[in-house]
């Protein structure tokens, strides 16, 4: 069975950073690609990074680009996400996801972990 | 990129089906066949129900389908249940390898 653990939510300062981390298991971890899905309370879903198997290739959101690090480390089945300067619009639920393909290349995501909530406020 | 628009609620009789759209642009919906839609139940993590447009993965029911006609991918849900009432999300592959969403659709069973 496929789980994804994420790791690292909590209350935050604005303008601090945070690092979230998911450990994925019950599947080929550096085989698939991976990325990060945040939901702001009450609101829709936004697809915010993704990356390949084997962390050569990244890709973000426009409105997120140059805040926001994924990275992964398969030797630790673990997926990361470090966000910089946070703003009380980062507000959200942020869920780790597994592609349906090792590339960021099938519009599929397959499966999602329980998510992890990050509050930013003063 | 801007997200994919969907109705923002749709309802329906037990037994009816309802159809739910997910307008693009050429840079998504319009030019890859690589929609999805996903189920999401009030306080849970959303669910693949749908992929590549009209596939299903394994275990899911067959009274979801897919369709897509130009920039315009659909959901349909047939023999509506009790237990579809949920929010509905599509996504696409953009170009330039990156998702979108879709902006949400509430189900209401009537």
């Known amino acids: 069975e496929v789980q994804l653990v994420e790791s690292g939510g909590g209350l935050i300062q604005p303008g601090e950073s945070l690092r979230l981390s998911c450990t994925g298991s019950g599947f080929t971890f550096r085989s698939c690609a ?9 609101k829709g879903l936004e697809w915010v990074s993704g990356i390949g198997y084997d ?29 910089n300067s946070l703003r009380a619009e980062d507000t959200a639920v942020y869920y780790c996801t597994k592609d349906g393909g090792s590339l ?19 | 990129q801007s997200a994919l628009t969907q109705p923002a609620s749709v309802s329906g009789s037990p037994g009816q089906s309802i159809t739910i759209s997910c307008t693009g642009t050429s840079s998504d919906v319009g030019t890859y066949n690589l929609v999805s839609w996903y189920q999401q139940h009030p306080g849970k993590a959303p669910k693949l129900i749908i992929y590549e447009v009209t596939k299903r993965p394994s275990g899911i029911s067959n009274h979801f389908s897919g ?7 659909s959901l349909t849900i047939s023999g509506l249940q009790a237990e579809d009432e949920a929010d509905y999300y599509c996504c696409s592959f953009v170009t330039g390898n990156t998702y979108v969403f879709g902006t949400g659709t509430k189900v209401t069973v009537l």
């Open chain 1, 34 to 42: 991976m990325s990060w899905v945040r939901q702001a309370p009450g």
């Open chain 1, 55 to 83: 962390g050569d290739t990244t890709h973000y959101a426009d409105s997120v680009k140059g805040r926001l690090t994924i990275s992964r480390d398969n030797s630790k089945t673990t997926l990361y996400l470090q966000i």
């Open chain 1, 104 to 122: 960021i290349d099938t519009g599929r995501i397959e499966n999602w972990g329980q998510g992890t909530l990050v509050t930013v406020s003063t």
């Open chain 2, 67 to 73: 369709s897509k006609s130009g920039h315009t991918a």
